[in-house]
């Protein structure tokens, strides 16, 4: 089937719970052959991956102490920074209707409106002039789907770097040596840029690019109660912070598609419980690890042999398991 309609909302709110639980309810609303496009800002938040640990990633206690607000989102990927100079958007479809390349041409399409040339790079940015002003993430959920992303404006990227805690081997592997000398605001290329404005030049390239004109949702559209409802699982500190683990032991490794962390819990030879922690781009293969690791006894050979029975989805979920697997065989246990 092909998208024929597309629709487009903006979010009244700043708060990270309710614009996520907003993104989750378009994400299982989302109608057959319908694309929504949906914008929102939070305000003074650290926004982490779904399978990331809160506490290496960012400086939890500064953020708070400082009246920042700590988000988990649904995707995979790593931790950003969201300000009010920042614009987040989401394109929502059914499995069978995405497509990439067309909602990042949408992004590239509005930049150039303004008279930026951008491209895509790696695995989930946009640059312009060879720095990022656009990280996204990517989730699926049965036949629905989203991805999602940032666009730099006016961030203070002074507090971005403050927070953060970002490794030296994730920077290493970029080839530079701090946060802030590999991204940029849209506003050093145009300083009269507003968000607003670049909202409206969003709205036109997503009409152009998918040909239709974009019925306007509100938010007073949505099942307030729903709405509700998810905005307290967001916010809750469960979801935030994930059960913290005792463990005895705690690998590390950074692969092309991100880094992995295991932290295991060890009784009578035996796994008890496993943390694994990663900024994946696909959180469900994550998320299926500790289940084939528990209860198995904690030896090399008999852990190789339980990741490679991790059931993978697609052909990126067994090259991760199969990544994981050939580095299990060479660690020291």
Known sequence: MMIDKIAYIESTEFCPYHNLAVEEYLLLKCQEQECILYLWQNQHTIVIGRNQNAWKECLVSR?????????RRLSGGGAVYHDLGNLNFTFLVRKENYNLEKQLQVIIEAVR?????????????ILADGKKFSGNAFYEQKQFCYHHGTLMVDVNIGELSKYLTVS???????????VKSRVANLKEFIPELTVSRLKAVLRDAFEEVYGYEAAILKEADLDQKLVRESTDKFGSKEWKYGKVLPFQFELSQRFVWGAVTLQLQVEKGYLKQIGVYSDSMKPDIILRIPQYLKGTVYD???????????EAADE???HIIDDIAAWFETVDL
Request: aromatic fraction near 2%; charged fraction near 45%.
């Open 300 to 310: 090399k050979t008999a852990l190789v042999s339980k990741f490679r029975q991790v």
């Open 113 to 125: 409106k303004l008279g930026i040339k951008a491209e895509k790079s790696g695995r989930n940015d």
């Open 63 to 71: 953020l708070e102490e400082e009246g920042g607000q700590l988000a």
């Open 316 to 318: 990126q979920e067994k």
């Open 168 to 178: 030296k081997d994730k920077l290493k592997s970029k080839g530079v040596d701090s």
